[in-house]
């Protein structure tokens, strides 16, 4: 199945439907607004707002231990994956380490979810990273977090955005990732680096001429596309991103690979601006870096692992996909996160 970059790597692969046919399964599917998992009795959840340096308004949901007494906890905040909301798998990930003992906080990305911006369903390597940072000056404040244990875990495309966030940010003291994609190598070469220059050349084309489009209406245009209607000979991955955003067990209303799509302009910032240059600067401060034995993203991780100074971690977890570590409890390593960040925020 051939697709260009822009409606394949940056859609997670979405398969063309009509608008029509979408909205109609999406009114199957969304019957109320609500949370992917449930929240643990151990653990109180309450939702957040904070700034970001360019002034947007993010959204988060704060996980407290009910016991966690008096003394400051450390924290970890949580975003991911691409495309995603903090009612999936970030508040997954957030509601797990609380009952472990962490303060954590699940966020929407810029212009994603609840959070602030506009236009909607966009992304950019700088303000995203820029989002993991924002995070921490929140979590910094908190009477009961003790700013000098904060770390941060970024899933899926966010897994990228947060090593590039750590590396310049010294206050994060420890960075997780899970299933990680990095979305500006991807974007701009492709998948396993196939793309070439021709290829390339041919999108920021076809960009541009959108960009006209879109500055004539006023608005940017946005694909009808979704992981709706997958057919049988779609890859197996996009079965799977299918099996999780379109069905009771990862929808959400206002998730954009649930309910919509990227513009389709999203693509050209990543294209044109790597992330991870410095990821060797992160160390001395520890990496820990989850793929999936089976996923398809799995060399992203790789490569990332192998471009990191010491003190590093890859963790391979046996059978997995890449979408089993959205949400599959006993697959995820959790009890190596809990120790992971046990040992390194103190």
């Known amino acids: 199945m051939k697709k260009t970059i822009i409606t394949a790597m940056l859609s997670l692969f979405m398969l063309g439907v009509s608008a029509q046919n979408q909205k109609k399964e999406m009114k199957q599917l969304d019957t109320t607004d609500h ?7 151990k653990v109180t959840r309450q939702k957040v707002t904070f700034k970001n340096r360019f002034g947007i308004t ?6 407290v231990p009910k016991n966690g007494g008096t003394a400051s906890l450390a924290a970890v905040a949580i975003s991911g994956p ?8 970030s508040g997954l990930y957030a509601n797990q380490l609380a009952q472990r003992g962490f303060i954590t906080l699940a966020f929407d990305p810029s212009y994603t979810g609840e959070s602030g911006g506009e236009p909607r369903n966009i ?3 700088d303000i995203n990273t820029e989002d993991f940072s924002a995070a921490v000056d929140f979590l910094g404040l908190q ?5 000098n244990k904060i770390g941060i ?3 899926c495309g966010f897994g990228g955005y947060a090593l590039n966030a750590a590396a310049p940010d010294k206050r994060i003291k420890a960075v997780a990732t ?18 070439t220059l021709e290829e390339r050349t041919k999108e920021y084309i076809q960009i541009g001429e959108q960009r006209w489009k879109d500055a004539e209406k006023g608005t940017p245009a946005y694909g009808a596309t979704g992981l709706a209607n997958v057919p049988e000979n779609a890859p197996q991955f996009v079965k799977e991103y299918a099996a999780y955003y379109r069905t009771n067990r990862g929808f959400h209303p206002r998730s954009l690979n649930s309910n919509a799509s990227w513009s389709l ?3 050209v910032t990543n294209m044109n601006a790597p992330i991870l240059h410095y990821i060797k600067e992160i160390s001395p401060r520890p990496v820990l870096i989850i793929a999936g034995e089976k996923a398809h993203s799995r060399y992203f991780s790789e490569t990332a692992y192998e471009a990191a100074a010491e003190p590093k971690e890859l963790v391979v977890v046996p059978n997995a996909v890449h979408t089993d570590l959205y949400d599959q409890i006993d697959k995820i390593p959790f009890d190596k996160l809990e120790t992971f960040f046990k040992e390194n925020l103190k």
């Open 178 to 195: 899970a299933t990680m994609y990095d979305i500006s190598r991807g974007t701009a070469n492709g998948y396993y680096d196939k793309k």
């Open 58 to 63: 993010l959204t988060g949901d704060l996980y």
């Open 143 to 147: 009477k009961n977090i003790d700013r």
């Open 265 to 267: 302009t999203n693509a």
């Open 153 to 155: 875990i970024g899933i």
């Open 35 to 41: 949370y992917t998992f449930q929240l643990s009795d």
């Open 82 to 89: 691409y495309g995603a909301v903090k009612e999936q798998s």
């Open 123 to 125: 992304s950019s390597p």
